[in-house]
Nanobody, 114 residues
Framework: QERLVESGGGFVESGGSLRLSCVVSSVPFFGFTWAWYRQAPGKERELVAAIRHGGRTELADSVKGRFTISRDDEQNMVFLQMNTLKADDTGVYYC????????WGQGTQVTVSS
C-alpha cells in the first residue's frame, strides 16, 4: 500500500546506536540511487547518506565515520546503521531516491538525548 516504509527509530542516549530500515514497494528500485534524509524541528530536510546502484556511498560531513548506508536489491530495502549518535542527529529520518521522488513515507523518529 505505502510505497516507502521507514522503521527502526527510537530513543537513544548520546553515543548509542540505531539501525534504520526502509522497505520500498511498487517503485522501481534496481539501478537507482537511494538515500536517507532527515529533518530536525524548524529545519529543512537534508541529505544524510546515499548509495548508488553499484554500491558506491556518500555521507554528509556531519555523519562521516559514524553512519553507514547499505542496500539489498533482492528485498528492495535500504538501511542506515547509525553509531556514536549525537543530540544533533535528532530528527525524522526518511528514505527516498536521489534525486527525490514526488512523495515521501511517514519517516521514523530518532531522538538522541544529550
Amino acid at each position: 500500500q505505502e510505497r516507502l516504509v521507514e522503521s527502526g527509530g527510537g530513543f537513544v542516549e548520546s553515543g548509542g546506536s540505531l539501525r534504520l530500515s526502509c522497505v520500498v514497494s511498487s517503485v522501481p528500485f534496481f539501478g537507482f540511487t537511494w538515500a536517507w534524509y532527515r529533518q530536525a524541528p524548524g529545519k529543512e530536510r537534508e541529505l544524510v547518506a546515499a548509495i548508488r546502484h553499484g554500491g558506491r556511498t556518500e555521507l554528509a560531513d556531519s555523519v562521516k565515520g559514524r553512519f553507514t548506508i547499505s542496500r539489498d536489491d533482492e528485498q528492495n530495502m535500504v538501511f542506515l546503521q547509525m553509531n556514536t549518535l549525537k543530540a544533533d542527529d535528532t530528527g525524522v529520518y526518511y528514505c527516498n531516491k536521489r534525486p527525490v521522488m514526488g512523495f515521501w513515507g511517514q519517516g521514523t523518529q530518532v531522538t538522541v538525548s544529550s
